[in-house]
């Protein structure tokens, strides 16, 4: 056994085979079809409405009177959001006093904000600057 062979080597000696290209000498004739007419960019249409309506949001304000439980529950009612978004947002209310909760049309906000102050938390809606 020289230096440089494993003793796996000794066992199952390596098959030389040659090398695919080589071994296929034939040549392969790809056909790609002609398109028939000019292919249009498509049209990315956007909906006026929206991009003139501007955005509302719902602040949420601190109150000494409802528990985490209640605000991140009434928060998942309100905007459809998940338990940890909720629970973020409640931690903002606590520490920092109020938090944006929600952004939206003027008539979603409306709703959202009568739906979280059904639970006596003071809740605002207001247009973004």
Not at 20 to 48: C, D, F, G, W, Y
Not at 91 to 112: F, K, N, P, Y
Request: proline letters at 7%.
């Amino acid at each position: 056994m020289s230096s440089r062979q494993s003793p796996r080597a000794m066992r199952c000696p390596s098959i030389r085979r040659p090398y695919r290209a080589q071994s296929v000498r034939q040549k392969v004739l790809v056909r790609v079809p002609q398109a028939t007419a000019p292919v249009e960019a498509p049209k990315i249409h956007s909906n006026p409405v929206e991009a003139k309506s501007p955005l509302w949001m719902v602040t949420v304000y601190d109150n000494p009177h409802n528990t985490y439980e209640e605000v991140i529950s009434i928060l998942m009612i309100a905007t459809g959001c998940n338990e940890e978004e909720a629970a973020i947002e409640t931690w903002e209310i606590d520490h920092l006093g109020q938090s944006v909760v929600h952004r939206a049309s003027e008539d979603t906000c409306e709703a959202t904000a009568s739906t979280i102050m059904k639970i006596g938390i003071r809740a605002e809606v207001s247009q973004e600057a």
